[in-house]
């Protein structure tokens, strides 16, 4: 069963959640601010792989696993705080001063790849967050596990068309943007941002 009303509600609740400022939001911007469009597209696309990963894991009972076990969202919860602390550090401590050179254009990307992907697969509150919110959306007497996968990948297309519109947005400031203290101080900031952000996770609750 399908109500076009409320898939229309829940776009606009995903819509308002996907641009709400976030760690995803911020590594997606800091990699088209300081490395260009193709590592930012890449921090997407592994942004969009954990957030698949969760979905699959929601739609077959993981997530409601996840939320009902203290431990395993504690243990999970320590390990993405940590990550991203360890992040928010090493940007701090060491900021870059240039952007990827085209002979590591490749393998910046790919490292862009992974670490969108590990901050948001050792994120359990994006399993809860899918736990939670999916079902208010779930018309009755439609597949619970069906449909609650297909509302995650339109929230994943959301998020895709949002990371786009940040990539784009920084293209006009690319010559800005190259500046030796515009990248360190973006390291930095994005650096202080992820502690923030790592310490914020630390101290969630399921």
């Known amino acids: 069963m399908f109500d076009p009303a409320l898939f229309l509600a829940f776009i606009a609740a995903a819509t308002i959640l996907t641009i709400t400022p976030g760690v995803d939001t911020a590594m997606v911007l800091r990699a088209a601010a300081t490395e260009g469009p193709r590592s930012a597209l890449f921090a997407g696309i592994g942004i969009s792989i954990g957030c698949l990963i969760w979905a699959g894991a929601v739609s077959l009972g993981l997530g409601a696993l996840l939320q009902a076990s203290e431990l395993a969202y504690t243990v999970l919860k320590w390990i993405g705080a940590a990550y991203l602390v360890w992040l928010g550090v090493k940007m701090l401590w060491k900021p870059r001063t240039a952007w990827a050179e085209e002979n590591t254009a490749a393998a910046k990307g790919f490292a862009a790849m992974r670490a969108g992907f590990f901050t948001n697969i050792t994120n359990p509150k994006v399993g809860v967050f899918y736990v939670t919110f999916l079902p208010q959306f779930i018309p009755h007497g439609a597949n619970v ?29 690319g010559r800005a943007l190259r500046r030796p203290n515009v990248i360190k101080t973006l390291d930095r900031v994005t650096g202080g941002l992820f502690i923030a952000f790592g310490l914020k996770l630390a101290a969630s609750r399921a």
């Open 145 to 173: 596990a069906a449909y609650s996968f297909l509302l995650a990948l339109v929230h994943i297309a959301l998020s895709v068309v949002w990371f786009a519109s940040l990539t784009a947005a920084t293209a006009p400031l």
